[in-house]
């Protein structure tokens, strides 16, 4: 019983080890090496089991967990063994064993390494007899030798010593195959550079002796991070020392470098086309990668051709040298530049411009015009994503606070599209992924760094001095070059976006008082970090209903809307109960009204205004909001009682003729149009359009010119 219930275990054990490891058509693109190992074995006892065994066999099962791709390679794993040891009498004993190893695996050469390692466990031995047996400890010491046959192959051998305390000890000898089922990528890179020059890459050209000619001396390859891969075209990743040996010139240099699993063609270096006698100089290697570089979502080795070709004495001269490269994961990044993260900003990006545009085109049919576009937009997508369910998680392994203080320490960005994904991310994540949202639209972001954390202000369409104006708040504005920027703390999800907005605001203040404070524009940083796109499908969005969207942004913008018009409001009540209620004043109260969509409490005014006769500022605004909620008809009253009152003016002319046009009487339109040109050349030509036929050409062209372009009179 004691027998078989340990063969069971260890059977189970075995399988799980077994079935925990990724299928080898399913391992990511990188990862530490995992082997799986069935040898057989060879016994000889030693002195002492000599004396009572004979020689042996048995076969082993082992899966072993590699900790890294590099030349020195420790690794883990357990190991299953049956052994068969036959007595010099009649009979014969079964070993079963388990056994944990820890060793290390050494390259000697690109694809020939040693390992040594040790392992120690519990077995059981019986008679085969009788069946008769008991446990004890076990212990190895192992030596073994590799060859690298394929990505997925090694042949091997391995000498052992073992030792069943109490009961056996002696050599194993092993001969069979290593399957890998991950860490290929390093493996292939390896067999790369154990490749001989390709004939076609030495063809028209021969090899000089060693220490003749051109001869490079050193290679210092940098970590190569693929989402800068265009910025390698003309930026280093390594450097090659080269010399020339010889008492004269040598000429015709030509220096490239090639990775062949992620470059279509060598890349021709910057080298000098000739080099002085007995002259060293150092070259930078300079890449062209494609978009497979992307595809690297785990670091991983690859190997690379530095080639040098030159002309001596009339021949030419060709040699390759293999080089190793470290690739880290597409996410990778460093903060020794800030404006590197731009390069994660992918404004183009399917599913970016899906949730942009969606959001941006609920909040234009339903915002207020007299709010700067961009700030409703932003508003919009602001809480488009709070509805998303977007959270702000703290990485716990790669912290922005503690990584942005070093600039060699290698962070972990998220791609717009996976913060979607996850909705969920990292300070530096969440404004990523919100200035590609914004740029998708075409609102300009730029980022702003304070110590230990990044995050996002986005431009207004608006002057310096008219957003003066127009805001109450001018304190939480940033003037950046004779542009009006709004920041805005991305990692606020709670409170919303006006909070956000002030936070960011705050935030700014004091990093300026301490001179702390970074801003960086993101189209600038993209003349120098260029962004890429994020190869593969994703999955499709699951948007917020477009009605909870817009009612969310609709309260979100009416609280700044009351926020900022109760200063005015206060100071034209006022000036209306100064006058007594005069018209002019009840006007001037009522445009306030319309420009920030209180329509109702506008109407209000403007009929006040009239209730002692008419006024024409009164009668051409009231039009404008029948005007503005597509009610042409009934806006034709109030402009017709508007020229009446004074046929020479221009804004009142224009009014009527743009109600006509929308009525479809465009004879009508281009009469009044023309008589308004008479009066007031400059306003009549911001609305040519009138001037047309009303065909479907023009009135498609003027739609956008057309939206909202109403002329409040004061």
């Not at 639209?441 to 996002?456: D, R, S």
Request: glycine letters at 10%; charged letters at 25%; one cysteine or more.
């Amino acid at each position: 019983m004691e027998r078989d219930l340990i063969i069971r275990l260890s059977f189970i054990t075995f399988l799980a080890l077994v079935l925990a490891m990724p299928a080898a058509g399913q391992a990511p693109i990188s990862r530490p090496p995992s082997v799986f190992e069935a040898t057989p074995l060879l016994a000889l006892p030693l002195a002492g089991s000599s004396d009572y065994f004979t020689m042996g066999g048995g076969l082993a099962l082992s899966g072993m967990l590699g900790f890294s791709e590099g030349n020195i390679r420790p690794e883990s794993g357990l190991r299953f063994e049956y052994d068969y040891a036959p007595f010099k009498a009649d009979d014969s004993l079964s070993i079963v064993l388990a056994e944990a190893r820890g060793g290390v695996e050494v390259s000697l050469s690109p694809r020939l390494s040693v390992a040594t390692s040790a392992g120690a466990g519990y077995g059981y031995g019986f008679f085969n007899s009788d069946g008769i047996g008991e446990g004890f400890p076990t212990f190895s010491v192992n030596l073994g030798l590799s060859f690298l046959l394929s990505p997925a192959i090694d042949l091997g051998a391995e000498v052992s010593y073992r030792n069943h305390l109490g009961l056996y000890h002696g050599v194993g000898l092993s001969l069979g195959t290593s399957m890998y089922l991950s860490g290929k990528p390093a493996r292939i890179a390896r067999i790369d550079a154990a490749a001989p020059v390709s004939a076609a890459l030495l063809a028209g050209a021969r090899a000089d002796k060693p220490g003749e000619g051109l001869d490079i001396l050193k290679v210092e390859m940098d970590e190569v991070y693929p989402v800068f891969k265009s910025w390698y075209d003309d930026r280093a990743l390594g450097r090659v020392l080269i010399q020339n040996t010889e008492d004269q010139p040598i000429d015709g240099i030509r220096l490239t470098f090639y990775m062949k699993q992620y470059m279509d063609a060598p890349k021709d270096c910057p080298a000098p086309a000739s080099l002085g006698p007995k002259t060293s100089l150092m070259v930078d290697l300079t890449s062209l990668f494609t978009d497979a570089i992307l595809e690297v979502t785990e670091g991983t080795k690859a190997n690379a051709e530095i080639m040098i070709e030159y002309v001596k004495g009339g021949e030419t001269y060709r040699s390759v040298r293999n080089e190793t490269v470290r690739l880290l994961d597409r996410n990778a990044m460093r903060w020794d530049d800030d404006r590197r993260a731009a390069a994660f900003v992918t404004a183009k990006d399917p599913r970016v411009l899906a949730f942009s545009k969606y959001v941006a085109g609920l909040v234009r049919d339903s915002g207020s015009k007299a709010v700067d576009l961009n700030l409703l937009v932003a508003m919009g997508i602001y809480k488009a994503l709070d509805l998303y369910g977007l959270s702000y998680v703290i990485d716990p392994k790669t912290p922005f606070t503690e990584f942005s203080k070093s600039e060699s320490a290698v962070d972990y960005l998220q791609f717009p599209r996976q913060t979607l994904e996850y909705r969920g991310g990292d300070c530096d994540d969440l404004s990523i992924l919100y200035a590609a949202l914004l740029e998708s639209v075409g609102i300009e972001t730029a980022f702003i760094t304070v110590p230990g954390h990044i995050y996002l202000a986005f431009a207004l369409d608006l002057p310096v001095d008219e957003a003066a104006r127009s805001f109450t708040t001018v304190g939480d504005l940033l003037i950046r070059e004779g542009r009006v920027w709004i920041p805005v703390e991305v990692t606020e999800r709670r409170n919303g976006f006006l909070v956000a907005w002030q936070t960011g605001a705050r935030e700014w203040r004091e990093a300026i008082a301490s001179n702390s404070a970074g801003f960086f524009p993101i189209h600038e940083a993209w003349s120098e970090y260029a962004p890429v796109g994020l190869p593969g499908a994703s999955a499709d969005l699951s948007m917020p209903p477009g009605d909870a969207i817009t009612s969310a942004f609709l309260k979100e913008s009416t609280r700044f809307i009351d926020r900022e018009i109760f200063p005015m409001v206060t100071k034209l009540e006022a000036e209306v109960k100064k006058s007594g209620g005069s018209p002019a004043s009840r006007n001037k109260l009522g445009i306030l009204y319309a420009k920030y969509g209180k329509m109702e409490k506008a109407e209000a005014e403007f009929n006040a205004a009239l209730s002692k006769g008419d006024f024409l500022p009164a009668l051409v605004n009231l039009g404008n909001l029948y005007f503005l909620a597509k009610d042409y008809r009934k806006a034709l009253g109030p402009y017709n009682r508007a020229v009446k009152l004074d046929a020479k003016n221009a804004r009142a002319r224009i009014s009527l003729a743009m109600v006509q046009f929308e009525l479809g009487s465009y004879d009508l339109g281009k009469a009044g149009w023309e008589q308004a040109r008479q009066i007031d050349p400059a306003l009549a030509e911001r609305y040519a359009y009138l001037s047309g036929s009303g065909e479907a050409g023009s009135r498609a062209g003027a739609a956008d010119e057309r939206k909202g372009a109403v002329l409040w009179v004061e």
